[in-house]
């Protein structure tokens, strides 16, 4: 690890511009990513901007029901948060999902949804990586690809994106809101990240030196009703090798409302639009789900090596909208 | 010394019954001091440079920027590192020429050690480590480990254990077999990942080179570093207190030779710690195999012919077996019987032993195999193995010391259930899963190794045992003083413990599931003679009363046996066929192991075996990229082994069986709880979902590929 | 300000405040065990990928490993030094000996600085990630052994103790009769589980 200065900043105007003084400057939330990162030499940063203590740690509903959620608000806060549990179960699920207890207790909101893929090529300096090294090549694609990307990924980068969180954000509609030395912006998380193409080194929509302060979730009746199932290669401790964000409302047998958001398989939380739309208004069968599932998968392009997860995330689709669709038969035979 | 070896000892209570560690309290409050903690005035800190080529030669490195950089001390590297010896046979067999470091330019692997970068703090020194530049002229290299290959090899083995062995007509025997079952079983590569890094501190005092040390056998490592460095064997101390896990990895590696080396030149103490990553490279690790297993036996189960051909790798500067095909040996007879270890090399690290070398691998094949012969046959698995219970040993035609195989098998069936069990796969579903249970039996050799102790009778009332042992968390420092309490006819908590000082003589290391079973032969005959010296009467000198004991003619003088520990692993499992997730939902396993000295840590070893079964079966595989000849993925979030989550309740239990001719009745437990029990859980995975899995680790991809079949 | 790739810290450590000159790039672990003597706290992978390094700060577990010491200026650290009682042990600490937690122990701080805080953790009514219901109305699950042994995932042991941790953990929460514990057998294990 090379030496870097390291700045506490007090607050969100002081914070984007120390970031903005000093090049080759990060901004330092949990740690648990970048400092990692940092070691293994993939981020050499001259600068850290500590920005964990900066007042964005707060959690507070907005109005008809939503909830704006602060950057720097811990994995753990989030996943234990009443609201967030109320509300949109799924997101507190994700998080739970996701890493330790001791990592969720440092992670944050803001460093979640900017964390790095796993991809063990991206990580490893000693390899070519098109993420790490531009125009390096990506080793991934003829190599050692089993967790990597099925969907809308390229020939120049097949990384998945990580995060647990970011895939219920994704079925949520979450807006990401962030500060910049020319004032506030947003982004809908629908286009916080870019398409990989031919530049998978540019991840995310952020203007340079962006702060990430907070996420809004707009309200979503139908998360009250929602489900997160990660599949991994342990129990627990891992990353997903594919995982669902799921919400299903069905009235009179019908799918009033629905949301799907597939993790693990794109360089972004993957929101099944089209499987979505396939549903609406449609009957809450298995064999819905199913077609809806492969409307969606349609696009797929797997590799020699991870076409499973067309099949896992099928399935999961499957297994998670039927659950769901019996819970609100369930309940609707109790409000009778 | 007394040589008599036969009969026990007078049981005063101590051993059997269960004892915390001692040093127990030490571990839980943070006291105990692992080898990388040991507070010394001038520490430098060293950090490993390895190459990133798999073959090749280093071209150009030069070492003046780094050396410019703060706080760097040293550049250690093949242009000026000192010359070792590298033309002996030291303790563990010919110089490991993975301990020769920086003497060439040649990289024979990708991760070989190129330099060591030495700094006044460990930040300083990673980072010049990491900013070091050497150029490399790279040759072909070739990591490709498949079946098939005209270059695999049958090793030399040695005379009491060849690498291929067998009797009788094998072609005949399978020809006239009702029922043939001919499989290919592999297992990836997997690695020890021990949580203490592999670590080692040197520095010169009075003469002498002092290593504090993370290893398995210190006495191993300083007659090692002896010859390396050409020194008389009694210039060099190495000590090992606490040592965080071993598995068959920890002895001489590059750390010991590296800080050594470093402590010469800057005449100052050097610490070396390995990172994880490095680990992959530098600390051994269990060979991926390629094993054949054929059977064919007659319709009631009974083996006619049994072939099982193993394929390992080695390095091309090293030769390591992984035995495989040995297991079969010890297990079941056959008219016809073959058994083959081949080797194959390639631009790889040296594997070395890694808990169970031959019989985890081995034993998942064979086992999985016998699962499938009991399918063709229409029979229960517990019945075609109580049906092919040798008498004696089918090559050897030795008798067995003892063999309560299927004493342990009908303990375990009562426990686990088995008798309500429906033979048919792929019928039990609770909710999205489906349920299987599995089972399979376990042995290890029981072996010995020469060792001597010290037992001191102290003025104060108490005792002191001195001996090179290493508790590498098998509560060794436990055990040998209940043994030694016995031995004395005293209460353990007069018996005060120090192993892991090579000053202390020549002992057998934590390995081959014989340390226990080695140390407390020397303890008890040192204990025994200072007893009996004790009771002519007189006053205890201020500096005590030491007798000392040697078991080399003790072990020399045994009798020719069939000596293995035995145990029937059962295994119940949860398999989400729409997911692929296989969840192990309990574990049982009833062993047969001699005498279990504390039955508190000696079930901690033994579910420890069990979960390290479970974590082969379903988690372990580190990856190689062919292209570059090294790891993929080399890191704890990259090679999983199993989480808490994964691990269910596991039980192990035994049944009495002392061996008559070990003065303790101990066999040895260390390693016979990882045999069988991947075997038994792979076995379950069939039984829950009627597709046979042959491929360790049975990941969720593979499941889903293969789904719920119909076939056996 | 001209750039400073070192500075001295204040770390409250076990309830005993410390000054001290940190490199930037020194993590929390290597402040603790190369700097402060404190070596109970174990480097295992040093990326946060298995949890010996576990440490409390600010009440809260942690992986001290991916940690910067500089940035945890000011805050409260518990180390497993400083969580017994003078000379009695933690209700955890004692059970992990009483239940043998541990082989090697080179886990073993980690384990119980994150069994200490993950008990506290299900007490304020945390979640986990096999929690089946999570929605505030559900109530608090009990801490049975499959929600200790995911709260403790966090924390690998490569000698395969987790049977004993699950054990001593759930004695140290109160969830249990204290005492010597008795192994069940299978039907008893079925029964508490809800297998089978």
Not at chain 1, 136 to 141: D, F, I, L, R
Not at chain 2, 253 to 273: E, I
Not at chain 2, 488 to 495: F, G, Q
Not at chain 2, 610 to 635: F, N, Q, T, Y
């Amino acid at each position: 690890m090379r030496e870097f200065d390291y700045r506490r900043a007090a607050d969100v105007p002081g914070a984007v511009a120390l970031l903005g003084a000093g090049p080759e400057a990060r901004y330092l939330g949990g740690g648990t990513n970048l400092v990692d990162l940092m070691k293994s030499g993939v981020e050499r940063p001259a600068l850290l901007v500590d920005v964990r203590e900066l007042p964005l740690d707060r959690i507070e509903e907005t109005d008809g029901g939503g909830l704006r959620i602060g950057a720097t608000v811990t994995n753990s806060d989030l996943a234990a948060h009443p609201e967030v549990r109320r509300r949109y179960p799924a997101l507190a699920q994700a998080v739970l999902a996701g890493a330790s207890g001791q990592l969720r207790n440092m992670a944050t909101l803001g460093g979640n949804l900017l964390q790095r893929t796993r991809c063990a090529y991206f990580t490893d300096v000693t390899k070519p990586c098109n993420k790490r090294a531009p125009g390096s090549g990506c080793p991934a694609v003829a190599g050692e690809h089993r967790n990597h990307a099925i969907l809308g990924a390229s020939a120049h980068c097949v990384a998945v994106h990580p995060s647990d969180m970011g895939v219920a954000l994704a079925a949520f509609d979450a807006v990401v809101h962030y500060e910049t030395a020319d004032g506030p912006g947003a982004l809908p998380l629908a286009e916080f990240y870019l398409p990989v193409g031919d530049t998978p080194h540019r991840e995310t929509a952020l203007p340079p030196g962006a702060l990430i302060t907070g996420v809004t979730l707009p309200p979503a009746p139908v998360a009250a009703a929602s489900r997160y199932r990660k599949v991994r290669e342990r129990a627990s401790y891992a990353f997903a090798i594919g995982s669902l964000a799921a919400a299903l409302d069905v009235r009179d047998g019908a799918v009033h409302d629905v949301r799907l958001a597939f993790g693990a398989v794109a360089s972004r939380p993957w929101r099944a639009r089209t499987a979505e739309r396939a549903l609406l208004g449609g009957p809450a069968t298995a064999e819905a789900f199913a077609a809806a599932a492969d409307a969606e998968l349609a696009a797929a392009e797997p590799l020699p090596g991870n076409g499973y997860k067309v099949t896992l995330i099928r399935n999961l689709v499957v297994a998670v909208l039927t659950e769901l669709a019996e819970e609100c038969r369930r309940n609707e035979e109790a409000t009778r | 010394m007394t040589t008599t070896t036969t009969g026990t000892v007078p049981v005063t209570g101590a051993v059997g019954t269960a004892h915390t560690r001692v040093e127990g309290r030490d571990k839980v409050t943070g006291a105990a001091r692992y080898a990388a903690e040991v507070p010394l005035a001038g520490l430098a800190h060293g950090w490993l440079v390895v190459s990133t080529i798999a073959r090749g030669r280093i071209r150009a490195l030069d070492p003046a920027p780094v050396r410019a950089m703060p706080g760097v001390l040293a550049v250690l590297h093949h242009g000026n590192a000192q010359p070792l010896e590298s033309d002996y046979v030291g303790p563990m067999g010919p110089a490991d020429p993975a301990l020769q470091l920086f003497q060439h330019d040649r990289v024979p692997y990708a991760g070989w050690p190129v330099a060591l970068v030495v700094a006044e703090t460990s930040e300083q020194a990673r980072e010049a480590a990491e900013a070091l530049v050497v150029e490399y002229d790279e040759e072909p290299h070739d990591v490709a480990f498949a079946a098939g290959r005209p270059e695999a090899y049958v090793p030399a083995g040695n005379p009491r254990s060849p690498a291929e062995q067998g009797k009788g007509d094998l072609a005949a025997g399978l020809a006239a077999s009702a029922v043939v079952v001919d499989e290919e079983y592999t297992t990836p590569e997997e690695h020890h990942h021990p949580m203490e890094p592999h670590t080692a501190t040197a520095y010169w005092e009075n003469g002498r080179l002092e290593v504090i040390d993370a290893n398995q056998g210190s006495a191993y490592v300083a007659q090692e570093l002896a010859r390396l460095f050409a020194l008389d064997p009694s210039a060099v101390r190495v000590r090992s207190e606490h040592v965080g896990g071993g598995f068959g990895s920890k002895g001489a590696r590059a750390p010991q030779v590296a800080a050594a080396m470093a402590a010469t030149v800057l005449h100052r103490p050097v610490r070396v710690v390995l990172t994880r990553r490095q680990m992959f490279s530098l600390t051994g690790y269990r060979s991926p195999t390629i094993q054949r297993v054929r059977l064919g036996a007659d319709p009631d189960g009974r083996l006619r012919a049994l072939d099982h051909e193993g394929l390992n790798q080695t390095s091309t500067v090293h030769e390591f077996v992984e035995r495989s095909a040995d297991v079969a040996r010890a297990m079941y007879d056959a008219e016809a019987h073959h058994t083959v270890s081949r080797v194959l090399r390639l631009d790889v690290p040296t594997p070395t032993w890694m808990r169970a070398p031959g019989e985890a691998p081995g034993s998942f094949a064979l086992e999985c195999a016998l699962d499938e012969l009991a399918e063709r046959c229409g029979l229960d698995p517990i019945a075609v193995r109580a049906r092919n219970e040798p008498e004696v040993g089918p090559l050897s035609g030795l008798p067995y010391s003892s063999r309560r195989l299927l004493t342990c098998f009908e303990e375990g069936a009562r426990r686990f259930g088995w008798a309500d069990r429906d033979p048919r796969p792929g019928v039990r579903r609770e909710g999205r899963w489906l349920l299987g249970t599995g089972t399979a039996a376990a042995s290890f050799p029981t072996l010995a190794g020469p060792s001597t102790a010290a037992v001191t009778a102290e003025a104060d009332g108490g005792y002191t045992v001195r001996i090179t042992a290493a508790d590498i968390g098998t509560g060794a420092r436990t055990a040998l003083a209940l043994v030694a309490a016995d031995a004395l006819e005293v209460a353990p908590d007069r018996i005060r413990v120090r192993i892991g000082d090579s000053d202390f003589g020549q002992a057998m290391l934590a390995g081959g599931s014989a340390g226990t079973r080695s140390w407390a032969w020397a303890v008890t005959l040192a204990a025994r003679a200072l007893r009996e010296q004790l009771a002519l009467g007189g006053t205890i000198p201020p500096q005590g009363i030491t007798v000392r004991s040697d078991t080399a003619e003790a072990l020399a003088a045994l009798p020719p046996r069939e000596r293995h520990a035995f145990g029937a692993q059962f295994a119940e499992v949860a398999v989400d066929v729409a997911t692929g997730e296989v969840r192990v939902r309990r574990m049982l396993g009833i062993f047969a192991a001699g005498r279990i000295v504390n039955p508190l840590t000696a079930r901690s070893q033994l579910v420890g075996g069990m979960i390290w079964g479970l974590s082969m079966a379903l988690h372990e595989e580190a990856v190689r990229d062919e292209r570059w000849g090294g790891h993929v993925g080399a890191d704890l979030a990259g090679y999983h082994v199993a989480a808490n989550a994964d691990v269910p309740l596991v039980e192990a239990d035994w049944v009495d069986d002392p061996d008559e001719q070990d003065p303790v009745g101990i066999k040895g437990i260390g390693e016979v709880g990882i045999v069988g029990a991947a075997a038994a859980v792979a076995n379950a995975v069939w039984h829950a979902t009627g597709v046979r899995h042959r491929h360790l680790p049975i990941r969720p991809d593979r499941v889903l590929t293969a789904g719920a079949g119909d076939r056996g | 300000m001209p750039p400073s790739t070192a500075g001295a810290i204040t770390l409250t450590i076990n309830g005993e405040k410390h000054t001290l000159p940190v490199d930037n790039r020194t993590t929390l672990l290597d402040a603790l065990r190369e700097r402060l003597g404190l070596t109970g706290t174990k480097k295992g992978c040093d990326q946060g990928q298995c949890g010996a390094c576990t440490v409390l700060l600010d009440g809260r577990r942690v992986v001290s490993c991916l940690q910067l010491a500089v940035a945890a200026e000011g805050r409260e650290v518990t180390t497993i030094e400083g969580v017994a009682d003078g000379d009695r042990l933690h209700p955890v600490q004692q059970a992990f000996l009483d239940l043998d937690g541990f082989q090697c122990g080179y886990c073993t701080p980690g384990q119980i600085c994150s069994a200490i805080a993950a008990i506290e953790e299900h007490a304020a009514g945390w979640p986990s990630a096999v929690t089946t219901d999570v929605r505030p109305e559900a109530g608090v699950p009990p801490l049975t052994a499959e929600e200790i042994r995911e709260r403790m995932s966090g924390n690998l042991c490569r000698c395969g103790a987790y049977v004993s941790i699950v054990q001593a953990v759930a004695r140290a929460a109160g969830e249990r009769p204290a005492g010597p514990v008795e192994l069940p057998g299978a039907a008893a294990v079925a029964q508490a589980e809800g297998v089978a």
